[in-house]
T-cell receptor
Framework: EAGVTQSPTHLIKTRGQQATLRCSPI?????VYWYQQALGLGLQFLLW???????NRGNFPPRFSGRQFPNYSSELNVNALELEDSALYLC?????????????FGDGTRLSIL | QKEVEQDPGPLSVPEGAIVSLNCTYS??????FMWYRQYSRKGPELLMY????GNKEDGRFTAQVDKSSKYISLFIRDSQPSDSATYLC????????????FGTGTLLAVQP
């Protein structure tokens, strides 16, 4: 079974540009989560999408946004890039039901802002 | 105070040793507790998933949760050089929030 896949692996941008990161969940999973892993800050929750809708959002500015498509894949968009946005962006997926299934992660997109 | 505290290490042990990794937390609403292993340049890999208090064993790994003390542990028996990685604890309250709160990770090195 294929795991969570993310693209691109690396992305280099300059300040003020926009970045788009993509994620394909494990087959059968309807929930997609985005996390930021910045040096010295650990993993921070960004966004949660389920069945095409945003369910929860972390403490990040509105220039971090995303969407989930009918096939459950997801995009994370970061506008007006700042130097501190340099980080590893991780996508996770899970099935979402009352049993609260665990989240499985991809290998991330490393975003570097010059 | 952070919601989840984890000793960053690094922790260095000889091959074959028993490793103990720990996290403490402050939010009594947490019900789901996880341990992830992260190798360099890779994403976190789920090792253990526990609901509420108690012990869970899977091969060389044992997870313990003590909700009364707000303390969770991961034990690794017969540690191997391939266990060298960063170990992350994570927890959530489940339900409508469903977000994971992570510790900062403990870097483990198992020396051959």
């Amino acid at each position: 079974e294929a795991g969570v896949t993310q693209s691109p692996t690396h992305l280099i941008k300059t300040r003020g540009q926009q970045a788009t990161l993509r994620c394909s969940p494990i087959s059968g999973h309807t929930s997609v989560y985005w996390y930021q892993q910045a040096l010295g800050l650990g993993l921070q929750f960004l966004l949660w999408y389920d069945e095409g809708e945003e369910r929860n959002r972390g403490n990040f500015p509105p220039r971090f946004s995303g969407r989930q498509f009918p096939n459950y894949s997801s995009e994370l968009n970061v506008n007006a890039l700042e130097l501190e946005d340099s980080a590893l962006y991780l996508c996770a997926s899970s099935s979402y039901d009352t049993l609260n299934q665990p989240q499985h992660f991809g290998d991330g997109t490393r975003l570097s802002i010059l | 105070q952070k919601e989840v505290e984890q000793d960053p290490g690094p922790l260095s042990v000889p091959e074959g040793a028993i490793v103990s990794l720990n996290c403490t937390y402050s939010n009594s609403a947490f019900q789901y507790f996880m341990w992830y292993r992260q190798y360099s340049r890779k994403g976190p890999e789920l090792l253990m998933y526990t609901y509420s208090s108690g012990n869970k064993e899977d091969g060389r790994f044992t997870a313990q949760v003590d909700k009364s003390s707000k303390y969770i542990s991961l034990f690794i028996r017969d540690s191997q050089p391939s266990d060298s990685a960063t170990y992350l604890c994570a927890m959530s309250g489940g339900g409508a929030t469903n977000k994971l709160i992570f510790g900062t990770g403990t870097l483990l090195a198992v020396q051959p």
